[in-house]
């Protein structure tokens, strides 16, 4: 059956993002919401950089998105300040992953247009030019330092983007330690706050956590409220397919138990 699937052209890979927009779907549909008591921070990645695949929205999703929820009454904060005191049910916030260029050519505008506080997590190797990606695809330092400056708090989100499951503890201390270190050598501060990669639980270990702290972090970032890892901060995730439909449910809580599973 494998096989023929290959032969057709169908492998894993083609069909994930098919049946995570069902997933999302049939979850918006048919899943739970959930009372709220405290604030939720959003996950976005790219804006308008649909080589990012699932985790890319278009710049008029992102708006509207952001505009739909100060309808109906919801209100942005600093990540930090969720972290901080918990926030209130309608206390929103937002961050982006990865680091990429859109974040600063097409999220930044919009946000500075709304006015809303944002957060950033930049892979540290990446904005220091070491990948694979087209020229121009990752934010660079002097990127950064116009984030900065323009308001927006950042965070590392490790230094290679392993996962961290699969690496071992040296590995482990040059992605958390060593990413603080680019950072305050290319920038003047080392970040106290770090997003895992990929942010599944199951990426996440015992390990992880203790060396994180050792590395100077003192708050984690991850993905569901439900199944987060021990220590960390709930984050929801926002993908492709959210329109309003899964965008509404995601702000109701019924996605609250959700992992991208990629
Ligand atoms: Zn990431």
Same mark, same amino acid.
């Given at each position: 059956m494998k096989r023929a699937l290959k032969l057709a052209g169908i492998t894993r890979a083609s069909i994930a993002p098919v049946r995570m927009c069902c997933e999302r779907n049939v979850i918006a549909a048919l899943g739970q919401?959930?009372?709220?008591?405290?604030?939720?921070?959003?996950?976005?990645?790219? *804006?308008?950089? !649909? =080589?990012?695949?699932?985790?890319?929205?278009? #710049?008029?999703?992102?708006?509207?998105?952001?505009?739909?929820? @100060?309808?109906?009454?919801?209100?942005? *904060?600093?990540? !930090? =300040?969720?972290?901080?005191?918990?926030?209130? #049910?309608?206390?929103?916030?937002?961050?982006?992953?990865?680091? @990429?260029?859109s974040v600063l050519t097409n999220a930044a505008p919009i946000l500075k247009d709304l006015a809303l506080p944002w957060m950033f997590f930049p892979v540290s190797e990446w904005s220091d030019g070491r990948h694979t990606m087209p020229d121009d695809f990752v934010l660079s330092w002097r990127d950064i330092e116009t984030l900065l400056a323009a308001g927006a708090e950042m965070g590392s989100h490790s230094a290679t983007h392993p996962q961290f499951n699969c690496i071992g503890a040296s590995q482990m201390v040059d992605e958390l330690a060593g990413s603080r270190e680019l950072f305050a050598n290319r920038l003047g501060f080392a970040p106290e706050t770090f997003a895992i990669p990929f942010g599944q639980s199951g990426n996440w270990t015992e390990d992880a956590r203790k060396l994180a702290r050792d590395a100077g972090y003192l708050t984690i970032y991850a993905q569901a409220e439900e199944t987060r890892p021990t220590d960390t901060v709930a984050r929801t995730f926002v993908t492709k397919y959210d329109g309003d439909f899964i965008f509404d449910a995601l702000l109701k809580g019924k996605f609250d138990s959700w992992e991208e599973w990629f």
């Open positions: 919401a959930r009372k709220r008591y405290i604030g939720r921070i959003l996950c976005y990645h790219t *804006v308008g950089q !649909s =080589e990012w695949g699932v985790n890319d929205v278009t #710049p008029s999703q992102f708006r509207r998105q952001l505009e739909r929820a @100060l309808d109906a009454g919801f209100n942005f *904060v600093p990540a !930090s =300040e969720i972290v901080r005191t918990g926030g209130g #049910p309608k206390d929103l916030a937002i961050t982006f992953d990865d680091g @990429l260029k």
